[in-house]
Every structure is written in C-alpha cells, then in structure tokens.
C-alpha cells in the first residue's frame, strides 16, 4: 500500500512533555537504495518492511510492513553490518493527529525528526509549535541514507 | 535460520509418475543479490523470503520465509520488473525424502531442477534414479540468478 508522509525537522524539546508513548527502535537496512529492506525491532516486537522509491513530490512511497519472529528481527539485524541506528520514538498527539518524534543516538545522536502520516497528498494539518522546517522528499533524512552514513 | 539443501539436474522425466503434488509457482526478485528478497505466489499463497549468501560449500544458507497477503505478493511481484520466473513445482517422494521437482517455464523452458533439503550438511541420503549431475553452489542454477539472466 502506499504510505504518504511528511518530514520536519524539531526545533525544541517541547513534544517531551506532550507525548503519550516512548519506545525504542533498533534497526537495520539490509538493502539501502529502493526498494529497501529494513528490519526493526521495537520494544520487544519485530518487523521487516519494504519500501519502495519516492514519487515526484517526494512524499508517497509504497510500503510493506509485517511483524516477524523478534528473534528472526534480531538475527536479521546483525546481517545488516553497519546499516544500523538506534532511535527512541515519542507519540505526541497534536489537534487530532499523532506525530511520531524520533530522538536519534549513536553517531545522529543530536537529530530529531518529526513525521506525520497522512491520507492524501493535498491533506492539510496544523503544525506543532516544536516543529521546524519540513525536509519531506530529501534524500539526507531518509532513515535508509541516515543507516549507511559513516 | 539455516537451509541447507542439495540441488541436481534432472535427466528423466519419470519423477512425474511419483509425484504427490503439483502447484504452479511465480516468483520475483525485489534484489537479487545476496541477501537476496524474493516475492513468491504459490497456488494461492504469498511469501517473501530472505536468503543470504551461500558458505563455502555452497550447500547452506540463511533462509527467513513469511507467509503475506496474496495481494501484496501480487503488488510485489509487480516491483520485480524484468526478474522474475515461473516454475511448476512437483513434490516427489523417494525413500523417505521428499524431492522439489522445479519445471521451468517461460524463458528457462526446459530447465528442471530437483532439490532436497536435508539437516546437517554431512547427511547422506540414496538419489532416485532420474537425478542427474549435482549443482549445488553453481550461482549459474541459482533462481537468483536464473531470474536476472536476460
């Protein structure tokens, strides 16, 4: 199916104090350029997802999710080398909308990026206060280029 | 986890006298080098499935398979492009074994392959008398590869 989504970058630590839930993502690319192949585990769930290439205006892609064996996700991940990156990700709802906010460690240790699926590519929505500049379609955000940056 | 599997030519067509089973096959490769993705329809089944690359004896590889929706594995099968091949599938019992009988179809007409998967790399086992030379770890009769070759 596809999954359109915007992309922005955060300018403060507001969301913090909003947001309902937090967890932790570890995951992999064990392909990088489309249609990539990552493997994710969070908490304690496991998921292998496909992606495929952007369209034109950068902000639909085809995706395919399933949850996997977490040991399968595990064994997965250690294939992927250093195509990896570790996040937390906080749920902060924001007038009628859940943005997802990922707080990144290890070598991004300092990134924040908030992202908000929609249903449709004129949809509009109000913006958060802690949101910064939209990056939706820039290749340098991708989790994919993000993973294999060394 | 781990497959290991031994892979043959075909030199008779009598396996189809003793085979229990048949089901056509369409498969598609999203990337087919290792670790390779591949999309499979069978009969009314979906599946993608992970491979990574072969050990020095060609004989085992890493092998993560999951059943998904048949419309998505269509969807997926459609993002294979060019890399894709079509197979009847014939399972043969012998001595205790269960034989896959792959007759291609398509560009590959003519092309019959037979695997066995077996549990430890040292495991002997009695060949049925249709089996010819054996192929294991020649890339040249890897489906992979087989779906790439134009």
Chains 1, 2 share one sequence.
Not at 25 to 37: C, E, M
Not at 79 to 101: F, I, M, N, Q, S
Request: aromatic share 12%.
């Amino acid at each position: 199916m596809q999954e359109i989504e915007h992309k922005f970058l955060v300018r403060s630590m507001d969301f913090l104090s909003e947001a309902t839930e937090a967890y932790p993502i570890d995951q992999g690319y064990l392909h990088a350029s489309p249609p990539t192949l990552r493997v994710r585990v969070r908490g304690e769930q496991g998921f292998l997802t496909i992606k495929g290439g952007s369209d034109k205006s950068g902000l639909a892609r085809e995706e395919y999710e399933y949850e996997i064996p977490l040991s399968d996700a595990k064994a997965l991940l250690a294939l992927c080398g250093p195509r990896r990156l570790t996040k937390t990700r906080y749920l902060v709802p924001y007038a009628g909308y859940t943005w997802e906010v990922d707080v990144f460690s290890g070598r991004h240790e300092g990134l924040i990026l908030a992202e908000l699926e929609v249903t449709s590519l004129d949809e509009t929505f109000p913006l958060p206060p802690w949101v910064g500049d939209e990056v939706t379609g820039n290749p340098r955000y991708y989790n994919g280029w993000l993973a294999g940056e060394q």
